[in-house]
T-cell receptor, first 113, second 113 residues
């Protein structure tokens, strides 16, 4: 039981490049989330998927797109990376929206130069 | 507008003593509160939570206290151990089907042997 896994662990992009961050969970959770964490800041919600087939914007969605590929997988895409998107990205999941305890992956450290 | 505030960026405590981490919130719709612990280069892990219908919840060395009238909660760790050294995030949820957690900026706890 791996919990929540994220790939890659590290990535360096040039401004304007695109990439997709992958997330998968094996806990049969319904809800999945993408956060970013910047120095001195808490975690800020980018997008979430309450259940398979649905996605919604969080606090900071601009510059990102998401896909809930199936119940297990939730990907985050940066179409044209900007230096302001340099951050650590965390994926999380929870059984359902009424179970508030979210389980987090290990994070992806992204640098945009 | 920061709805969940952790006003102490850092805290140092001697091993064996009590650690008290504080959190204030402004949104009166919040009715469920969580504490997460985060080690460097890892994702946050759930520690303890409390519903607004309670004023105290204990789990081993960890106790969370909620003062709704003051919109304040605190996490007590007794006794503190060096392995408790981490960043602690306070988070809140407004319930009513909300899927979003709002996080504070975190407090870095250092337990000195």
């Amino acid at each position: 039981n791996a919990g929540v896994t994220q790939t890659p662990k590290f990535q360096v992009l040039k401004t304007g490049q695109s990439m997709t961050l992958q997330c998968a969970q094996d806990m049969n959770h319904n809800s999945m989330y993408w956060y970013r964490q910047d120095p001195g800041m808490g975690l800020r919600l980018i997008y979430y998927s309450a259940s398979e087939g649905t996605t919604d914007k969080g606090e900071v969605p601009n510059g990102y797109n998401v896909s809930r590929l199936n119940k297990r997988e939730f990907s985050l895409r940066l179409e044209s990376a900007a230096p302001s998107q340099t951050s650590v990205y965390f994926c999380a999941s929870t059984l359902s929206g009424i179970n508030y305890e979210q389980y987090f992956g290990p994070g992806t450290r992204l640098t945009v130069t | 507008d920061q709805q969940v505030k952790q006003n102490s960026p850092s805290l140092s405590v001697q091993e064996g003593r009590i650690s008290i981490l504080n959190c204030d919130y402004t949104n009166s719709m919040f009715d469920y509160f969580l504490w997460y612990k985060k080690y460097p280069a890892e994702g946050p892990t759930f520690l303890i939570s409390i519903s607004s219908i309670k004023d105290k919840n204990e789990d081993g060395r960890f106790t969370v206290f909620l003062n709704k009238s003051a919109k304040h909660l605190s996490l007590h760790i007794v006794p503190s151990q060096p392995g408790d050294s981490a960043v602690y995030f306070c988070a809140a949820n407004s319930g009513a089907g909300s899927y979003q957690l709002t996080f504070g900026k975190g407090t870095k706890l250092s337990v000195i042997p």
